[in-house]
């Protein structure tokens, strides 16, 4: 009797053994995985973007300042003209008439002036003479002067009808090419109320410029002689370069979206811009070349204590911008100065050398559940049951 109680109390301990033995080999070793990134020079740069128009840096409307037929047209799209150049020409029939008309009336004046003239000097001798009155002295006089002022009018309308007529002769007043014809020949243009458009002339199209609409949000970073790239659907494969030369002051408004414009170079020696093409715009607003740089989320990383193992240590510095490296089982900040940053690389100006490689991250790899990064690693945080993941999958071993 007492002999079965001995190996029943072995048996027992026996289960207990190896039950504890099974239980510890089941459950995996948590372990600490670190994610790091090198300290390491490269270019810093943040943009702003935009869509704009090509358009031609100086571009003419020619129109016309009298009415009448178009008679000739001696230029068509695309056509090279010259300042000065006749590029058409109104009917003149009536045109001439009315100088004919204001020539004769000019002719018809000076012989009455010369008649007011020669009656004047008649009574200015008579009058010193004391033959005729004073009253009729001033009326000779009054005659002469309104004479001279009506031949003044007359050659007036002289040189008015003389313009009209040089008017009918369209030239250029620039030097380029002619991107757009409004009207025929034969056509009728009316001058009474607006000038009527006949032409646009370019004056250089291989000097084109960007009219790019900036968001108001992003104005205040964009300054002129910043670089830009841009894009026309038109060559998708091509990138054009330019620089920003002005920034508008004139606020636009399109459905509460205020927007200002900004003028960039488009230097155009192959002529594949062409006026109307929307660009897609690329705005550097800062580049740093070749500075020292850690990812941002180094300096925002915190290594959680409780997800560490009891063999880490800490080691940390009061700093308002640091870094992390691990040495080991041993985490240690270090205090660092910051310069210029895009949102995700930081310039590092002091504090850490080149090529130092600094955490981006930690997570808890092994036990009962996995946790993924320090935010899945917070103790406070409940952790996931029977090997579900957050997707509500079989976690994979």
Do not use: C
């Amino acid at each position: 009797m007492k002999n079965k109680k001995i190996w029943i109390a072995v048996g027992v301990v026996a289960v207990a053994i190896a039950a504890f033995f099974l239980l510890k080999g089941g459950k995996k070793e948590e372990k600490v995985k670190f994610t790091t990134e090198k300290v390491a020079k490269t270019d810093i740069q943040t943009t702003v973007t935009a869509t704009g128009t090509i358009e031609p840096v100086t571009s003419v409307t020619v129109g016309t300042q009298v009415s009448g037929i178009v008679a000739h047209l001696y230029v068509d799209y695309n056509s090279i003209v010259k300042k000065g150049q006749v590029i058409a020409e109104l009917d003149k029939t009536n045109l001439i008439s009315e100088l004919k008309t204001a020539q004769a009336n000019l002719a018809s004046q000076q012989s009455n002036l010369n008649y007011q003239r020669a009656n004047y000097e008649r009574y200015r001798t008579l009058f010193n003479k004391g033959l005729v009155s004073a009253n009729d002295f001033e009326t000779a006089n009054l005659s002469y002067q309104q004479a001279q002022q009506q031949v003044n009018s007359a050659q007036e309308s002289v040189r008015k009808a003389q313009t009209n007529l040089g008017y009918a002769t369209i030239t250029s007043p620039i030097d380029g090419v002619v991107l757009s014809k409004s009207v025929e020949e034969g056509q009728t243009v009316a001058a009474s109320f607006s000038t009527p458009e006949l032409f646009t002339i370019a004056q250089d199209l291989t000097n084109m410029q960007v009219i790019a609409n900036i968001d108001e949000a992003d104005i205040g970073e964009v300054k002129p002689g910043q670089r830009v790239s841009f894009t026309v659907d038109a060559y998708p494969d091509d990138t054009f370069e330019g620089v920003v030369k002005q920034v508008r002051q004139q606020a636009t408004t399109t459905s509460n979206v205020v927007t200002y414009e900004v003028v960039i170079s488009a230097p155009n020696a192959t002529l594949k811009l062409k006026p109307g093409l929307t660009a897609n715009v690329t705005i550097f607003t800062m580049e740093k070349g070749n500075v020292l740089a850690v990812p941002k989320k180094a300096l925002q990383f915190i290594p959680t204590e409780a997800l560490l193992p009891k063999t880490y240590t800490i080691k940390d510095v009061k700093a308002d911008n640091k870094v992390w490296t691990r040495e080991g089982n041993v985490l240690k900040a270090h205090k660092v100065e910051v310069g210029t940053t895009n949102g995700t690389l930081t310039e590092i100006t002091a504090g850490i050398a080149q090529g130092t490689e600094v955490i981006t991250d930690m997570s808890l790899q092994g036990g009962d559940a996995e946790q993924g990064g320090q935010q899945a690693g917070n103790p406070f945080m409940p952790r996931p049951r029977n090997n579900k993941n957050s997707n509500g999958g079989n976690e994979k071993k």
